[in-house]
């Protein structure tokens, strides 16, 4: 089994900044992509940002610019380094990996998640 330990969040004025991390721990060969979903009041889970294994990075558009992913594979450990927040980046937000087993079998896990709420 995989665990994935968010931290970093919390409450934050709206301009500020914050740092999410979070850590993969187990059964681990090797992990493909993670990321950063988030989830607000009554709305879908949605992507945020991903980094490949090789550094490749996607972005959704209303983050780009403000937030910044990156990854110490040493330590299977992601952050999202989020700058500029806004009230509307106020949800909870998921760590996602795609973690190999030493089987060469690929599964998904996901983090507990930590709220980030912005404040005007």
């Known amino acids: 089994q995989v665990q994935l330990v968010e931290s970093g969040g919390g409450l934050v004025q709206a301009g500020g900044s914050l740092r999410l991390s979070c850590a993969a721990s187990g059964s681990i060969f090797s992990i493909n992509v993670m990321g950063w979903y988030r989830q607000g009041p009554g709305n879908q889970r949605d992507l945020v940002a991903t980094?490949?294994?090789?550094?490749?990075?996607n972005y959704a558009d209303s983050v780009k610019g403000r937030f910044t992913i990156s990854r110490d594979n040493a330590k299977n450990t992601v952050y999202l380094q989020m700058n500029s927040l806004k009230l509307e980046d106020t949800a909870v937000y998921y760590c996602n990996a795609y973690v190999s087993s030493a089987h060469g079998l690929y599964h998904y896990y996901w983090g507990q998640g930590t709220q980030v709420t912005v404040s005007s």
């Open positions: 980094i490949t294994s090789g550094g490749g990075t």
